[in-house]
């Protein structure tokens, strides 16, 4: 009642099935080790870009956090906000190169493997990263307006819950004990 190559063919020649199953353990091993050296090569990816007039230059790692930060003099003369902002930009500049490095990573160590799990891992780089010169991946411009207060003074600020309840609907969820989970933490894009 089985197929020919199926689970009939296995018990009639174990010999066989041992040797299938080494094949499949030693295929499963290579391709292990492929994406070992994949995440090895990512985890060593650099980005860096300055901003326009050289003032501010940003590297980040391929998780997108900044690892080199670096000023030029000219940076004495610039107002605290425009600095800041000339840094966000930069820093936004460097991590939009992210998913191509990983994409090239990727080619690189697997070929034409898992198009799948590459597409969900750069389709979820891109959405972090998105290129900041690209007007589709801007947020709106259109932000709601706070609400104003009642007539006739100050809003008052709501109240906390009390201790030990929980929050009321569409509160934000109640914060687990002993801090942030260790395995939240880990930025690695793998």
Do not use: C, H
């Amino acid at each position: 009642m089985t197929s020919a190559g199926g689970l009939g063919d296995l018990i009639r020649d174990p010999d066989d099935a041992i040797r299938r199953m080494d094949e499949w353990a030693a295929g499963f091993a290579r391709k292990a080790e492929r994406y070992a050296a994949a995440q090895q090569e990512t985890e060593r990816l650099r980005l860096t870009a300055s901003s326009p007039d050289g003032t501010v230059q940003v590297t980040v790692s391929a998780d997108g956090v900044v690892s080199d930060l670096v000023f030029s003099s000219r940076t004495r003369t610039i107002p605290p906000e425009e600095l800041a902002r000339m840094v966000l930009a930069t820093m936004r500049r460097a991590q939009a190169g992210i998913s191509e490095q990983v994409a090239e990573v990727m080619t690189e160590q697997l070929g034409e493997e898992d198009q799948e799990t590459r597409t969900v891992l750069l389709d979820s780089l891109r959405g972090r990263f998105p290129d900041p010169e690209d007007p589709s991946d801007e947020a709106p411009e259109d932000e709601p307006e706070p609400p104003t207060p009642p007539a006739g003074g100050a809003a008052t600020p709501p109240t906390a819950p009390p201790a030990g309840n929980p929050p009321a609907a569409g509160g934000p969820p109640p914060r687990r004990p002993g801090g942030a989970d260790p395995d939240e933490q880990d930025n690695n894009p793998w």
